[in-house]
């Protein structure tokens, strides 16, 4: 049974085929590729770098296993070496990058893998995969908790997630970003993120009285019950959770809050907030979901609904108002020499790259220089080393620790690029070294 | 190890919340719950149902291992009797569903499982999961395989599919849909898809010349040419392929296409095919690709652009117009009862539902009619019986046949449906005994 996260196969046949190129070729030099967003997409005043984690575990456990090998030489398209060539391949390059949770621009190299070409190339697709989608979330994520500052955020969004993968990796970028746990299971138990959980319409529709189905499920878990009240009329249940919570009470058990899953939020959350208050309930929560995002969050703040937390769900998990990066992992440098791509409207910044990040006194920051590794600019260097000779140099992060990391970096944007539409561009300098260099590139591209 | 794509953790909290009230209270009657989506998506004249067959592996092999158990004891959420509860858990219910490939609209029911509660209710989010994601892609391809007819489509989308399941599922769906194969070796791998691939730009700007770098590709793999033109300058790449490919053949070695990749496709591929023509190489073909979607291939083909295929990538893989459905997996049907929701905008039709689709005697569809099981009406009924008692009543489909049954539906469809935009809404009317059945369940709602 191949093991689809780590399988090498997951890749596009052309890595293959270009792999039996170079072997071919006994093309072995060092190649140096970057992993960078071409452009923002629409709405995102910026970007936020995660998935690095998982990229490096891929690499490290990047080996073919035999049943991969098989399929490798009975699919009929490989000479006969080229299997064998397979089997001993393993990542023994370096990888540089921007840690999880630093927020960053187009053009900015997130990751840099310096390896032998095979090597590099063949993780390509796979590396792409692991950054695209984290980071897509995470930079999306986070506009909802800069939204919504001190409510309550929870992911809501594994059944719409693209995949059982998305779902598991959406949750973890959601919670680098700010969020404070998920609804995923699988999530909690992997990555250790708190697991939240309300109950579900079918569970009040399956009882025959919507009251005691509220009963059954305080009893049932009554450590953690909300309640959710729009199956029928959201009012009235509202009514029947006041008339019910300080009967529960006497029994020990606390009902923490209400849900809110349809209809007008705000007026809802008003209506129900009075209620739950007229009956002395003011320890009762407002949680509530249903096709939220952050432009729906700021209106509910906007009209000052009384709502304590939010599920937050497909428009996370799928990034729906931007569902994909223009991002790409291009070659940069082989055999100690510079490369450029220079396709129209696609063109690259070669060699191996470094971010500088200047910031004012208070801490925003005011811009970026983008130049090469070896031209010191001042401000914070943005891409350190995380991996030499294939080992880690150092211990994975903790999520918590990129949880802060991310939070530091949210709280150092400048109030224009916060806006959630037309943030202007941020301040990315080109280096006059970095356009020598393309344009020394070039010359020796018309020469050839 | 937990395997991510079978875990019965897999699911939100609120499930094994819900799970625990009914076993404490004893519920264990049948419920019928059905996956339909709400609304069409905007672009969207139907929807092509998907991913049947992931959603009833995950019902057959549907278990919790012991290390899930673990987390569920150690969790400390739950009651001490609940684990033991889980562990004999199995899938022992009915599946009705519409078989992959088949065209849906609107409230249209395409699965309903019937089985114990708990059971129906565990399996709620994996379910969505699967087939949300699978007939968004279908849905999202057929439009492409509609707007190019008799054009070679390669699924390109691994690198930015949302993880790696969704880049598997993809391609699946892609193919379903009309797609002739993925650049995706491991969907290639596990479903038996053609495996297609060119080659990377790297791959050139890793050689100090693009002539030699066509060689040595052509050389390392003879029996699958396809060489990338855009790395620097189309047309004059496209001369150097025509001075390159007669020397080739004279080596037995046949190049079978050029690539595009970027700028003005269209004029692109005029000039390069007048180059090729001109070097007597008609035989060459065009593959394109870069941010292709329906829309552009519509642009392309109607400026008589001369591309024989294309590679459709990230706009499909995310279904990047509409990258999620409004869809829901409803509690239709309790302890022999219909049931209902009425949570405003989110309304539900009551009981079990089947679909009867009309056509005309060519063969195009007319129209729906959505009623009762037990209520049969004049047409095709669309939902039919896949499980009964945990076991599949059929063999598997082959891809193959669910793909002839989807080009079989896409000749079917009305042309104003066939519209990539404005398309009408597709007629499904709401048969009297559901209407009633629904009033019904209203009323008895009122008196409870």
């Known amino acids: 049974m191949i093991d689809l996260r780590k399988s090498a196969l997951l890749t596009d046949l052309y890595q293959l085929t270009m792999l039996q190129a170079y072997f071919a070729q006994g093309m072995n030099d060092i190649a140096v590729f970057e992993f960078f967003v071409r452009r923002m997409p629409p709405n995102r005043g910026f970007l936020m770098a995660a998935g690095l984690e998982q990229a490096l575990q891929f690499l490290e456990g990047l080996r073919f296993t035999e049943e991969e090998l098989d399929w490798v030489r009975r699919s009929g398209r490989f000479g006969r070496e080229f299997p064998d060539q397979l089997a001993d391949l393993r990542f023994t390059g370096d990888v540089h990058a921007m840690p999880e949770g630093t927020l960053f621009f187009a053009d900015e190299p997130i990751l840099r893998v310096t390896a032998p070409i095979a090597q590099a190339q063949l993780v390509e697709s796979r590396i792409i995969n692991l950054l695209h989608f984290q980071t897509l979330v995470a930079s999306k994520a986070a506009r909802v908790v800069l939204t919504a500052p001190g409510k309550l955020l929870v992911d809501f969004g594994m059944r719409r997630a693209h995949g059982a993968e998305a779902a598991l990796f959406a949750a973890r970028a959601g919670y680098i970003a700010g969020f404070h746990g998920t609804s995923h299971v699988l999530a909690g138990v992997e990555f250790g993120i708190p697991v939240f959980g309300t109950m579900a319409h079918s569970f009040i529709e399956a009882h025959d009285s919507e009251a005691l189905a509220f009963e059954n499920f305080s009893r049932a878990q009554p450590e953690n019950v909300t309640l959710l009240i729009d199956t029928y009329d959201t009012e009235a249940a509202a009514h029947k959770v006041a008339q019910l919570a300080p009967r529960l009470k006497q029994a020990g058990i606390g009902v923490k809050a209400v849900r809110l899953d349809s209809g007008d939020l705000a007026l809802h959350a008003h209506n129900v ?52 990066l223009d991002c790409a992992y291009k070659l940069q440098e082989y055999a100690g020499r510079a490369r450029r791509k220079r396709s129209e409207g696609k063109a690259t910044w070669p060699g191996r790259k470094q971010v500088y990040r200047a910031h004012k006194t208070n801490g925003i920051m005011t811009g970026d220089v983008l130049t090469l590794e070896d031209d010191p600019q001042p401000g914070r260097p943005l891409i350190q080393p995380v991996m030499r000779n294939g080992k ?57």
């Not at 407002?286 to 432009?295: A, M, Q, V, Y």
């Not at 703040?301 to 937050?312: H, K, M, T, W, Y």
């Not at 709280?411 to 070294?433: C, I, K, N």
């Open 273 to 324: 907030r009075r209620i739950l208050d007229e009956a002395g309930l003011k320890d009762i929560g407002i949680f509530s979901s249903g096709s939220l995002d952050e432009f729906s969050l700021r209106d509910l703040l906007s009209r000052g609904a009384p709502i304590d937390g939010f599920g937050v769900g497909t428009s996370m998990t799928t990034s729906a108002d931007a569902p994909f």
């Open 392 to 448: 880690r140099l150092h211990a994975p992060e903790t999520l918590d620790e990129i949880r802060r990391r991310a939070a530091d970096e949210l709280a150092r944007l400048p109030l224009p690029l916060r806006q959630l539409e037309h943030a202007p561009p941020h301040l990315v300098a080109v280096a006059p070294a970095l356009r020598e260099l393309a344009m020394a590139v070039d010359r020796e591209l018309i020469q050839n």
